[in-house]
């Protein structure tokens, strides 16, 4: 008798990993000075922004921007000054796996290093840069299902969860927030800003968009006219509302990330006297809809009689889940002077870039190890000049989180706060804030295909069987040719432990 088989289509994600790749980006700004004026380099900082990725040939093609900003004094050493550059870049990089020929491709770009030198009226700047991300496709795989009217047949089905992307958007939105300046802190000029964005909250709606909630945290440095203060910071907080219309359905659950792209800010002194800040944040975002399913497969089949069944299998990467956390944790480091630097009399400034080596998760938690660059600008001893020194410290830190150390993880530290322990020891504290991206992968074995074959008839009678480790009522029952509940109604212990090391009494007709 031919088995009529019972087919199903299966949709499955699959989500590879992009090889990661360190590359520099560089470039060169003119000073405003003279050629001659003496020019010292205080800090640079850079973000880096990614603006789009494509897959072509079994590669991702990579294109972004990288913003420098510089603190700096030139001529008037007593003065801070600022200068931005920005300088454009390309990386082909490559999946560490297979993909179909159509995959969409989320690329991530992180800052692991900047570098500025004043030369002859110029400034060099040099970015050190991590790329990252994921590519996913959808594949299709023909599955077993079942079979029609055969009752010879034995079937072991499975249940299998999925999750596939069903909706993507992305988009980008201005904001602009104005603050009052303290006239405490006597601000004549407003150098330059960084900020961080922090998704909260992801709604769904009807329309085919979804809003993604959050606040960016932004802070800002200031050239003053106060006494031994020439430079100060301020920290502000800008709440964001960005609608995204996706392409495709909203499905059952959102995820999103938004970052800031570039930031640009200015303060001016009002009429009465006051001065306001200014701050213009270019926000991101990026939200995804997926759809969560249940199907019902074939695992194993047998029969009872004449003929056997040779199935096909085969292991099927499932995305099986999907992690979007953030977290932060406190971090305390203390920066050590080399014996030729002046010796630190008022702190101004502290900027803290962590670049991660190594992450182990256990337990709920993840702990997180690498090198924390640390920038110190201050005052020194007879001198009104401001003065930094640099350097690279070991840190270790520790996260709440579901996040593995194979998701993408982002880290990023704020909120400095500097406090002169002696002359040459400056501790830093700051917030380290982390964000996991990743999904969760599970293979499947299915079935793709079945032949019939001759096989010989079991033995009838009764005899005592002795189980192979981890060989369950299935595999027995398939190893007699009996129904599971033939073996279960002589053995009904089985029903409740497992079969190892003790008996199992068969009987077949």
Same mark, same amino acid.
């Given at each position: 008798?031919?088995?009529?088989?019972?087919?199903?289509?299966?949709?499955?994600?699959?989500?590879?990993?992009?090889?990661?790749?360190?590359?520099?980006?560089?470039?060169?700004?003119?000073?405003?000075?003279g050629?001659?004026?003496?020019?010292?380099?205080?800090?640079?900082?850079?973000?880096?922004?990614?603006?789009?990725?494509?897959?072509?040939?079994g590669?991702?093609?990579?294109?972004?921007?990288?913003?420098?900003?510089?603190?700096?004094?030139?001529?008037?050493?007593?003065?801070?000054?600022?200068?931005?550059?920005?300088?454009?870049?390309?990386?082909?990089m490559?999946?560490?796996?297979?993909?179909?020929?159509?995959?969409?491709?989320?690329?991530r770009?992180?800052?692991?290093?900047?570098?500025?030198k004043?030369?002859?009226g110029?400034?060099?700047?040099?970015?050190?840069?991590?790329?990252?991300?994921?590519?996913?496709?959808?594949?299709?795989?023909s599955?077993?299902?079942?079979?029609?009217?055969?009752?010879?047949?034995?079937?072991?089905?499975?249940?299998?969860?999925?999750?596939?992307?069903?909706?993507?958007?992305?988009?980008?939105?201005?904001?602009?927030?104005?603050?009052?300046?303290?006239?405490?802190?006597?601000?004549?000029?407003?150098?330059?800003?960084?900020?961080q964005?922090?998704?909260?909250?992801?709604?769904?709606?009807?329309?085919?968009?979804?809003?993604?909630?959050?606040?960016?945290?932004?802070?800002?440095?200031?050239?003053?006219?106060?006494?031994?203060?020439?430079?100060v910071?301020?920290?502000?907080?800008?709440?964001?509302?960005?609608?995204?219309?996706?392409?495709?359905?909203?499905?059952?659950?959102?995820?999103?990330?938004?970052?800031?792209?570039?930031?640009?800010?200015?303060?001016?002194?009002?009429?009465?006297?006051?001065?306001?800040?200014?701050?213009?944040?270019?926000?991101?975002?990026?939200?995804?809809?997926?759809?969560?399913?249940?199907?019902?497969?074939?695992?194993?089949?047998?029969? #009872? &009689?004449?003929? $056997?069944?040779?199935?096909? *299998?085969?292991? =099927?990467?499932?995305?099986?889940?999907? /992690?979007? @956390?953030?977290?932060?944790?406190?971090?305390?480091?203390?920066?050590?002077?080399?014996?030729?630097?002046?010796?630190?009399?008022?702190?101004?400034?502290?900027?803290?870039?962590?670049?991660?080596?190594?992450?182990?998760?256990d337990?709920?938690?993840?702990?997180?190890?690498?090198?924390?660059?640390?920038?110190?600008?201050?005052?020194a001893?007879?001198?009104?000049?401001?003065?930094?020194?640099?350097?690279?410290t070991?840190?270790?830190?520790?996260?709440?989180?579901?996040?593995?150390?194979?998701?993408?993880?982002?880290?990023?530290?704020?909120?400095?706060?500097?406090?002169?322990?002696?002359?040459?020891?400056?501790?830093?504290?700051?917030?380290?804030? #982390? &964000?996991?991206? $990743?999904?969760?992968?599970? *293979?499947?074995? =299915?079935?793709?295909?079945?032949?019939? /074959?001759? @096989?010989?008839?079991?033995?009838?009678?009764?005899?005592?069987?002795?189980?192979?480790?981890?060989?369950?009522?299935?595999?027995?029952?398939?190893?007699?040719?009996?129904?599971?509940?033939?073996?279960?109604?002589?053995?009904?212990?089985?029903?409740?432990?497992?079969?190892?090391?003790?008996?199992?009494?068969?009987?077949?007709?």
């Amino acid at each position: 008798m031919e088995i009529e088989w019972i087919r199903e289509n299966m949709e499955t994600e699959q989500v590879v990993p992009l090889q990661a790749v360190q590359i520099a980006v560089e470039t060169e700004a003119a000073l405003p000075g003279g050629l001659r004026e003496e020019a010292r380099v205080l800090h640079a900082d850079a973000l880096a922004a990614v603006s789009g990725g494509e897959w072509a040939g079994g590669r991702a093609a990579v294109d972004g921007k990288v913003t420098f900003h510089v603190l700096y004094t030139q001529g008037d050493m007593d003065r801070v000054r600022s200068l931005e550059a920005t300088a454009d870049f390309s990386q082909s990089m490559t999946a560490e796996g297979a993909l179909p020929a159509q995959a969409a491709v989320h690329p991530r770009a992180e800052v692991i290093g900047v570098s500025a030198k004043a030369f002859n009226g110029r400034v060099l700047l040099r970015a050190a840069l991590q790329l990252s991300g994921d590519a996913a496709g959808v594949r299709t795989v023909s599955c077993l299902k079942g079979v029609v009217d055969a009752p010879q047949v034995q079937q072991l089905s499975q249940t299998v969860s999925l999750e596939n992307t069903v909706g993507e958007g992305q988009g980008q939105t201005l904001l602009r927030e104005e603050f009052e300046l303290s006239d405490v802190l006597q601000i004549t000029e407003t150098l330059y800003a960084s900020a961080q964005a922090r998704v909260e909250d992801i709604l769904g709606g009807a329309d085919g968009r979804a809003t993604v909630t959050g606040t960016v945290f932004l802070e800002a440095w200031h050239a003053s006219d106060m006494p031994g203060r020439p430079l100060v910071n301020t920290r502000h907080t800008v709440p964001f509302e960005h609608v995204v219309a996706l392409s495709g359905a909203l499905g059952d659950a959102l995820a999103a990330r938004s970052e800031v792209r570039d930031t640009a800010v200015l303060s001016q002194e009002n009429e009465d006297g006051s001065r306001v800040l200014r701050a213009e944040v270019q926000l991101f975002s990026e939200i995804s809809a997926v759809a969560e399913k249940e199907t019902t497969l074939l695992r194993d089949v047998f029969t #009872l &009689s004449g003929n $056997g069944i040779a199935a096909a *299998a085969e292991e =099927v990467s499932v995305r099986s889940g999907t /992690v979007t @956390e953030q977290t932060e944790a406190p971090c305390r480091l203390v920066m050590q002077l080399d014996a030729g630097d002046p010796r630190v009399k008022t702190p101004l400034a502290g900027f803290a870039l962590p670049v991660i080596g190594q992450a182990r998760a256990d337990h709920g938690e993840l702990t997180v190890e690498g090198v924390m660059n640390l920038t110190l600008i201050y005052l020194a001893d007879g001198s009104a000049a401001p003065v930094s020194a640099s350097q690279e410290t070991p840190f270790r830190a520790v996260f709440a989180t579901a996040g593995l150390p194979e998701d993408h993880l982002a880290l990023t530290a704020g909120e400095v706060e500097l406090n002169a322990l002696t002359g040459d020891r400056v501790e830093f504290r700051c917030a380290l804030h #982390l &964000s996991a991206e $990743g999904v969760r992968q599970t *293979a499947a074995r =299915v079935l793709t295909g079945a032949e019939s /074959v001759p @096989e010989g008839e079991s033995a009838k009678g009764i005899c005592l069987y002795y189980p192979q480790a981890g060989e369950d009522v299935w595999e027995i029952a398939k190893r007699y040719r009996m129904p599971q509940d033939a073996i279960l109604a002589l053995n009904p212990r089985l029903a409740e432990q497992k079969s190892e090391g003790a008996p199992v009494l068969v009987y077949r007709r």
